[in-house]
Structures are given as structure tokens and as C-alpha cells.
Nanobody, 114 residues
């Protein structure tokens, strides 16, 4: 059974940085797409960033230039480096991986506050 486990969330001041990680287990195939979504209180889950197996990337306009996605296929892990964090980045961040079907992690809380 495929499992995605996120880590790296926490509390950070505005302007700070965090690095999220998401490790997949229970499979030996390489996902076609791995990415990140987030959900703030009272809002719908929204796309943040994704990376294909061929290393093509896509970002939400709100995070372009501040967030960087990367992946290590050998470790079946995807990362999200978040710089210049803003209070509006506060949300639960979810890892997503897709091949044949879509898989989700349990989420990790990111809070940007002074």
C-alpha cells in the first residue's frame, strides 16, 4: 500500500524559510508527477507546485520565485524549499503523487507568524 509521509513543517517568522519533505513508501515505481497542495483554514485546497518524472515544473503564481520543488527519484521523495515566507502561506501542506491514481499524504502544518 502506497503511503506518503510529509515532514518539515513548523512555525516560522515572516521572511523565513522552511523545507518540506515527502517520502513515498510501499511501492517501487516512479510516480509520473509529485507535488504539493495546501489548504488554509476556511479555504479550499489549492495547488502549490509539481514536478514530473521528466523534471518539468509548475508553480502557483502566488509562490513563483519564492518556492522551489525538487525530487529524488531514487528515494521516491519530493521536496519543497520555501523562502521569503509570508503570513498568507500559512496552511496545511499536502504531498500528492500520481501514477495510475492519485495518492495523498496526511499533511504538515506550516505557520508563518511573528
Amino acid at each position: 500500500q502506497v503511503q506518503l509521509v510529509e515532514s518539515g513543517g513548523g512555525l516560522v517568522q515572516p521572511g523565513g524559510s522552511l523545507r518540506l519533505s515527502c517520502a513515498a513508501s510501499g511501492t517501487d515505481f516512479i510516480f509520473d508527477v509529485m507535488g504539493w497542495y495546501r489548504q488554509a483554514p476556511g479555504k479550499q485546497r489549492e495547488f502549490v507546485a509539481q514536478m514530473t518524472r521528466g523534471d518539468s515544473t509548475a508553480y502557483a503564481d502566488s509562490v513563483k520565485g519564492r518556492f522551489t520543488i525538487s525530487r529524488d527519484n531514487a528515494k521516491n521523495t519530493v521536496y519543497l524549499q520555501m523562502n521569503s515566507l509570508k503570513p498568507e502561506d500559512t496552511a496545511v501542506y499536502y504531498c500528492n503523487a500520481r501514477r495510475y491514481q492519485s495518492f495523498w499524504g496526511q499533511g504538515t502544518q506550516v505557520t508563518v507568524s511573528s
